[in-house]
């Protein structure tokens, strides 16, 4: 549950929450407690955002509830007021007065908003973790309207004008319905694009309707895959099975089997299935392909159905409300075993979406893909944008009137403003991850640069310090060298005593992490130091040996041998005799780092071939947005006296002002400071506008040298 002052805000859900939802908050909020800290729960799921951003707050406030206080984040509105960007949509209520409808439609500051979601996410793709799986192919497959469709788009029209349900042939609205006009208007534009016997079973069939492309385009998957017995999914939410009424599923096999001999028992419909033993056998025969084309709704067939084995095509006759829907329905295809797809498809899968033109079709399809692209994106940390438009459509709520009579009336602006801002949101992306690709290249230059450098000094010191060892080493008669050994602290010469006493000092000394010198050999000194380790919980002082030039040298990693005198005489030679080898190393490094640099040197010589591109795509989204809101602007007509009151043309404009009502008891004159030059002498029917209505202030307009 939330609080909130924004309570006439569309979208926003049942502020009242539910009681599984309280218990799960209270039982984490004690484990929290107990912690002092934002852990000990993980949430799993594969669709953490499955429609709006909205729902980021509710994960924040689940696992982050600390962090959200340090914010001062604490209540949805503040949380809002960061992120979110409240805006105002005007439609017409069933009065025919303009009202407002609120909603959160934008999303600020995104990048940050990601940055805040990835610290609790693991996030994983398929791409990610390797799975092989089939591409979507996406096909949309647009529809012109019928003459009925035709006929019935200007009555769903003049109903959102007017609220009249007498035109669509319905009783009038109820005072409960009339809250929801906009709901029930795009409730009836989903089913008349689905088809016209949806609204009333009168209506005839049309051989170019929705359900007579979608039963063509099933038949030539149904012969083209015939050889290898290949299935498809058929998806629709609104007009599902049910046995002794007109249903679109029904009709659509229907025409398959009338139309094109597909035999009605490769036909199935999931509602069909009544018990998990009939539905887990209606899923086996998809994959053997006993069944070839299987009919069901989001809630059925979209999850936990793995029917994939022999799947070829999934056809979507309407959009679902959210994104998560429209991943669940594709993924019965698109899923790890797919093998007809990969032997014989290219390993693709082809999703059929259908449209009918002058609907709200392609519009919501390309709004989902918008919202999915975002959640995605978000998800993964590869936002570019800084704000987002979810746009102004919701299951609980429909869609707002202005858009919506500019879809039906044919206006494609809405839809190309979509397809824009799905383009624009990919670059931005794509500029990001370049942008990144080439950081990342500069800071690895920067790193290898310095490697280098830090490399080639190295070898240079430790080359003096081999050189000034080998002009002094002596060899035996076998050409190895001779141990040169002196301890400073005792004048021991035989090699057994002096392996004794340093065998004596690994054990006892203690130098509390500090060099000390105990000899040296061939002029370099011998030192000690002393590490505390921990053995089977116990803390110990181990000790090591370095033999000290211009670097410290180690045979063993410092450590003696205990069981052998001359090994442990030994050891310091032996560790001066290791340089060659530690310069071989460091050059080997060397030179695969230097290896590196052209490459990194091209990366960052590279430039984004496709800002032009962007900037000309946002100045196109920039004037399209302009264009859209002159013609969504609502008219605002004067009732009283017949005439529509418009801004005058430049230069002399009408300014809308915001102020009090007149004090009609006091008889109040009111005066503005207008910024812009009125006509002289015009009569203006004795009116100024105020806030947008048309008021008559008591006793007309007041002349006051250049003010009114």
């Known amino acids: 549950m939330f609080n909130t002052r924004h309570d006439r805000v569309a979208g926003l859900g049942n502020s009242e929450g539910s009681q599984r939802s309280l218990n799960l908050l209270y039982a984490i909020r004690t484990i929290q407690e107990r912690t002092g800290r934002d852990l000990g729960a993980t949430f799993l799921s594969g669709t953490t955002i ?22 001062e984040i604490r209540c949805f509105d503040a949380w809002a007021a960061i992120f979110a960007k409240k805006t105002t949509d005007y439609e017409f209520n069933v009065t025919n007065s303009i009202v407002a409808k609120e909603r959160f439609r934008y999303f600020i500051k995104v990048p ?41 788009i200007q009555k769903l029209m003049e109903f959102a004008k007017s609220g009249d349900a007498t035109i669509l042939g319905r009783a009038p609205l109820s005072d409960t319905e009339e809250k929801a006009k906009m709901l029930i208007a795009t409730d009836y534009a989903k089913k008349m694009a689905l088809d016209m016997r949806m609204i009333d079973p ?87 392909g006993d069944v070839r084309v299987l009919f069901g709704s989001t809630s059925m067939l979209g999850t936990g159905v793995n029917a994939q084995r022999r799947a070829v095509a999934v056809h979507e006759l309407e959009c679902p409300w959210r994104p998560s829907d429209l991943e669940q329905r594709e993924g019965r295809a698109i899923r790890a075993g797919n093998e007809i797809a990969k032997l014989y498809a290219d390993n693709k899968v082809d999703v059929i979406i259908y449209a009918v033109e002058k609907s709200l079709d392609s519009y919501k399809f390309n709004l989902l893909h918008c919202k999915a ?58 500029r990001k991850s370049f942008n990144k690709g080439r950081g990342d290249s500069e800071f690895r230059l920067q ?45 021991l010469s ?41 053995t089977d919980g116990v803390e110990k002082v181990q000790n090591r040996f370095v033999v000290e030039g211009n670097y410290k040298y180690k045979y063993n990693n410092g450590q003696l041998a205990m069981a052998d005198t001359h090994a442990a005489c030994m050891n310091f030679v032996n560790a001066l005799e290791k340089i060659p080898g530690i310069i071989a190393q460091y050059e080997e490094r060397t030179a695969k780092l230097k290896a590196d640099v052209p490459i990194l040197e091209g990366i960052m010589a590279k430039t984004w071939g496709k800002e032009d591109e962007l900037k000309q795509l946002k100045s196109e989204l920039a004037a399209l947005d302009r264009k859209i809101a002159a013609e969504l602007a609502p008219k605002h007509e004067n009732k009283e006296d017949g005439e529509e009151v418009k801004r005058e043309d430049s230069p002399h404009t009408v300014q809308t002002i915001d102020a009090p009502t007149p004090d009609t008891d006091n008889k109040k004159s009111m005066v503005a400071e207008p910024t812009t030059t009125y006509k002289e002498r015009e009569p203006l029917s004795s009116r100024i506008i105020i806030g947008g209505c048309g008021v008559t202030p008591p006793g007309g307009f007041r002349a006051a040298g250049p003010k009114l």
């Open 50 to 71: 499955s429609n709006s951003l909205t729902e980021l707050y509710l994960l924040f406030k689940y696992l982050r509830p600390k962090e959200l206080e340090r914010q």
């Open 112 to 152: 940050e908003l990601a940055a805040f979601y990835n610290e609790i996410t693991d996030y994983r793709t398929a791409q990610d973790v390797g799975v092989d799986r089939p591409e979507k192919n996406e096909i949309l497959h647009n529809i012109p309207p019928t003459p009925q469709q035709e006929e019935f």
């Open 202 to 288: 009168n209506y005839s069939d049309d051989p170019n309707n929705k359900a007579s492309h979608c039963a063509k385009m099933i038949a030539q998957y149904y012969h083209k895959y015939d050889a290898q017995k290949g299935t498809q999914f058929v998806f629709s939410d609104l007009g599902t099975y049910k046995p002794g009424e007109w249903n679109i599923y029904s009709e659509i096999k229907r025409k398959l089997i009338e139309d094109y001999g597909i035999p009605p028992h490769e036909i199935r419909f999931i509602q069909e299935c009544k018990t998990e033993r009939s539905r887990k056998a209606v899923i086996q025969a998809m994959n053997d």
């Open 373 to 430: 692209t975002f959640i995605n994106q978000l998800k993964s940390g590869a936002l570019g944008a800084r704000t987002i438009d979810e746009g102004s459509m919701d299951e609980k709520n429909g869609m707002n009137f202005s858009e919506y009579m500019a879809i039906l009336s044919g206006n494609t602006d809405l839809l190309d403003k979509a397809k824009l801002e799905k383009r624009i949101a990919a670059l931005e992306s794509e």
């Open 447 to 491: 790193t290898i640069t310095h490697d280098i450098a830090n490399n080639e000094a190295a070898i240079e010191r430790m080359k003096a310090d081999w050189e000034r060892y080998d002009k002094v080493v002596q060899h035996d008669k076998d050409g190895n060298p001779i141990n040169n050994l002196t301890i400073d602290t005792c004048n």
């Open 494 to 534: 035989d090699e057994k005593n002096m392996g004794i006493h340093l065998q004596g000092l690994a054990q006892r000394t203690d130098t509390h992490g500090q060099y000390q010198r105990v000899g040296e050999v061939y002029g370099f000194p011998i030192s000690i130091i002393s590490e505390r380790v921990l």
